[in-house]
């Protein structure tokens, strides 16, 4: 598997909770009780394996990789992912600091959860979109197989640092329960 087809399967995951978490965001916006640890399991798949994670793996070995392979990060599309990272951060800080507790005394918490949400689920949709279409595309043409063979096995040492043995999997059972209860179909 190319190191690229990796991070795009991983889009596929966190596409998947990005609609979880909009189905929430529905039942805070239809004044039903939410599931609080449901909240709580999101916030840590976007804060672990979004973060820490997929972006980890883009930050500290693709995006070098595509610069020494030319493609510039000041001014180009490097540069505008690693914006659209850091705009992510502090969007889940937005939201961990406004974390509804299910009770109705805190919607207005929840409601500036749901508006930090919405927020960080319409940049992630286009982040990957951006990535999926443009900036993997070039990684693809610029790299030999070699070099996204050498990417993928970093990609996994660096997974087994960053969030530990077997929590990729964990995180993808999380997904398929979650995707159970809000009725999501699990690519």
Not at 55 to 70: M, N, R
Not at 80 to 100: A, C, D, S, V, Y
Not at 158 to 181: P, T
Request: charged share 30%.
């Amino acid at each position: 598997m190319k190191a690229t087809q990796q991070l795009k399967a991983e889009h596929e995951g966190i596409k998947l909770m990005l609609g979880i978490l909009d189905e929430i965001c529905g039942q805070i916006g239809s004044d039903k009780a939410v599931n609080v640890q449901h909240v709580e399991s999101i916030l840590e798949f976007l804060r672990v394996f979004v973060d820490q994670c997929h972006h980890g793996k883009e930050e500290e070995i693709l995006f070098p990789a595509l610069e020494s392979a030319g493609i510039p990060k000041d001014g180009g599309p490097i540069g505008q992912m690693l914006i659209e990272h850091e705009q992510g951060r502090q969007l889940i800080g937005e939201m961990t600091r406004n974390l509804p507790t299910g009770t109705k005394e805190e919607w207005a918490s929840a409601r500036r959860f749901c508006e930090a949400s919405r927020k960080y689920m319409a940049l992630l949709t286009q982040h990957i979109q951006k990535e999926n279409q443009v900036l993997f595309g070039m990684a693809d043409a610029r790299l030999t197989e070699i070099q996204q063979d050498k990417l993928f096995d970093e990609f996994e040492r660096l997974e087994e640092e960053k969030i530990g043995l077997g929590r990729h999997e964990e995180f993808h059972k999380l997904l398929d329960e979650l995707a159970g209860i809000y009725n999501r179909a699990v690519g």
